[in-house]
């Protein structure tokens, strides 16, 4: 026998198939919009439209003493500067990131450091490029 066992028909299984389609084709877990009274309604002609991230500050849980910008930026800042880089004084980080192709304005903060100074961490450099690191609530 072909299909081997189950507990159901050929004409069940069909019928089953195509009642999940929608949901295994379909946009994300919403499933497929394929029926009309299942569409979204549109905004009003006055109202802007239906948008996944809302405006202003978001909620991300963002450390205590950063905000959401602050905490992309650092990590921003962080993906150009890798940990055979540190401990590294301004010379051998800004070689580290432009030799990850950073950005201009990453490479001309990075030699706006003090010379002579060593850094452990990127938290550290962002400190001492003037931004605020998280603060601990103990």
Known sequence: MERGSSK????VDDQMSSEVSGLVQGPGAGGSRV???RQPEPAGEDQPDATTAPGG???TG???GMSSEDVEARSRLGRFITMTALPGDRDALVANARENEAPADIVDAL??????TR???VSEVWAALGHRNETTRW
């Not at 159901?8 to 004409?11: D, I, Q, T, V, W």
């Open 119 to 121: 850094y452990q961490t």
């Open 62 to 64: 963002s450390p205590q």
């Open 35 to 37: 029926d009309e009274f």
């Open 8 to 11: 159901h028909s050929p004409r």
């Open 111 to 116: 030699r706006g450091l003090p010379d002579g």
């Open 57 to 59: 500050e978001l909620r």
